[in-house]
């Protein structure tokens, strides 16, 4: 199965924009998904497709796509973004049929 | 309220089974897909399975991780999903969270609070 590469740590200050990447050959072909878990809390979907919100998130929260590598921007980061930060997408390698997640990126907000 | 509530979780020893359930309600549970997802503690998600709508045949995909041991299946009179685990190792430990795939979408937009597995001796 093919990978999908995240930092593991990423910081912003309160207010500023912050930019959490996903690279992987799946994104090639396919948009990624992104969901933000909280300790203790089941993920949330917060962007999918080509740059879609889920009703109730904030429009703060935005993606974008480029080549092997997909991004979530948040733009006037808030104290109750810091979470973890998951990207998905279909697997391209193989026959297409399965997901394949990212490792995660801990987003902290000064 | 759209909602996916899991149940099942629990202890149990290596080798034997368990069988999750992920009982839907809010929503119309026949027309969509629906995935498991796990996490182990301390650790990322990763993706366990799928199964799809009977309108595209009901069918399954899995992880490798999971292929063989595991059978996901779904009761659209009930609006529940199950996830059977046979052969449990150790590493299978991990938190199991249910999830909706919405129709022309790869995303999964509903998740359930998760239901923990524990296999140890």
């Known amino acids: 199965s093919s990978e999908l590469t995240q930092d593991p740590a990423v910081s912003v200050a309160l207010g500023q924009t912050v930019r959490i990447t996903c690279q992987g050959d799946?994104?090639?072909?396919?948009?990624a998904s992104w969901y933000q878990q909280k300790p203790g809390q089941a993920p949330v979907l917060v962007i999918y497709g080509k740059n879609n919100r889920p009703s109730g998130i904030p429009d703060r929260f935005s993606g974008s796509s480029s080549g092997n590598t997909a991004s979530l921007t948040i733009t006037g980061a808030q104290a109750e973004d810091e979470a973890d930060y998951y990207c998905n997408s279909r697997d391209s390698s193989g026959n297409h049929l399965n997901w394949v997640f990212g490792g995660g990126t801990k987003l902290t907000v000064l | 309220e759209v909602q996916l509530v899991e149940s099942g979780g629990g202890l149990v020893q290596p080798g034997r089974s368990l069988r999750l359930s992920c009982t839907a309600s809010g929503f119309t549970f026949g027309d969509y897909a629906m995935s498991w997802v796990r996490q182990a503690p301390g650790k990322g998600l990763e993706w366990v399975g799928f199964i799809r709508s009977k309108a595209y045949g009901g069918t399954t995909e899995y992880a490798a991780s999971v292929k063989g041991r595991f059978t996901i299946s779904r009761d659209d009179s009930k609006s529940i999903a199950y996830l059977q685990m046979n052969s449990l190792k150790t590493e299978d430990t991990a938190v199991y969270y249910c999830?909706?795939?919405?129709?022309?979408?790869?995303?999964?937009?509903?998740w359930g609070q998760g239901t923990m597995v524990t296999v140890s001796s």
């Open positions: 799946s994104l090639r072909s396919y948009y």
């Open positions: 999830t909706r795939i919405p129709r022309a979408s790869d995303a999964f937009d509903i």
